[in-house]
């Protein structure tokens, strides 16, 4: 049998058991996809992270859900990044760049005022595609009725590395009463059956806040419900500078993203976006806080 250690992160907080956690794996290049994928599985949190080699950028790294890869994760990346920086591991080096499914991506280290380090994450370009499926059948795989979504604004899938359906809903409120049923998925989102599902809206629990969403996983990912959404916070964003604002807004943008809360894993997501030609650069910042770690046994 072969001892893996794992160090769990928690993301997008600075207070253990918030947030959202990734499992970090410092294997470099000695673990097979399999094993890569066993561990995942026994981890269980949404996402564990694994760094690989790179020929094009100071190092890759690649995602693993409970039962598949994925092309970017950013929450997982933001770990890994900690990790490594703890582990003395990056040479001193603030800025670099890593190789995901989803492209390279640049990647800073920040240290604020008071000690605490902050990670820039550069997300893929935007990308929007319209959905065609029953707007009544969406609203009742999470839980709501087709008047709980808010017809100002359209339902699309949108990926900034990783596609999900993006569903603005009118109140804060029904938040609460979302109750996923994740097999349905399949058969609503025709486009993307294998999309992740994220409501989102205007009102905020924080009123610093100018998003509020919650982030419900595909069926073929082995989890529920994500905590806090790095990917899908950055492509809020995008979404936020498009579709709401309508493009009317100087250079940039800076948007703060709040998800978590219904499920005691309050956690925030800093957003930058600025304008680039006909679309947007994309990044997105986050804190992390090292919580334990563990072995998984192969």
């Known amino acids: 049998m072969k001892k893996v250690k794992v160090y769990q992160y928690d993301v997008f907080s600075k207070e253990p058991n918030k947030g959202n956690p990734a499992g970090v794996v410092l294997n470099r290049g000695e673990l097979t996809d399999e094993e890569m994928q066993e561990i995942a599985f026994k981890v269980g949190f949404n996402e564990t992270a694994f760094p690989v080699k790179s020929e094009v950028a100071d190092f890759g790294i690649r995602f693993f859900t409970p039962r598949h890869e994925m092309s970017l994760c950013g929450h997982g990346t933001i770990a890994m990044v900690s990790a490594l920086k703890t582990k003395g591991l990056l040479d001193n080096k603030t800025n670099f760049t890593i190789e995901t499914k989803a492209g390279i991506l ?58 999900t359906l993006l569903i603005p809903i009118k109140q804060l409120d029904v938040f609460a009463k979302m109750k996923p049923n994740n097999q349905m998925f399949p058969n609503v989102l025709k486009e993307m059956p294998w999309s992740s599902v994220h409501p989102f809206c205007l009102e905020t629990y924080d009123p610093y806040a100018n998003m509020h969403g919650r982030h419900f996983s595909s069926p073929f990912s082995g989890t529920i419900e994500d905590p806090v959404t790095g990917t899908a916070s950055g492509v809020m964003g995008a979404y936020y500078a498009r579709y709401i604002k309508n493009n009317n807004f100087g250079e940039s943008l800076n948007l703060i993203i709040e998800q978590g809360q219904k499920i005691q894993k309050d956690g925030r997501v800093l957003v930058h976006i600025s304008k680039n030609h006909d679309s947007y650069n994309v990044e997105i910042i986050g804190s992390t806080v090292y919580v334990k770690e563990f072995e998984v046994l192969l």
Not at 116 to 123: A, L, R, T
Not at 127 to 152: M, P, R, V, W, Y
């Open 106 to 163: 640049p990647i800073k280290i920040l240290s604020t005022h008071d000690d605490e380090v902050q990670i820039p994450m550069g997300q893929a370009t935007p990308q929007f595609q319209q959905s065609t499926g029953s707007k009544e059948k969406l609203a009742a795989s999470i839980g709501l009725k087709l008047e709980n979504l808010d017809e100002h604004f359209p339902i699309l899938y949108g990926s900034t590395g990783t596609w």
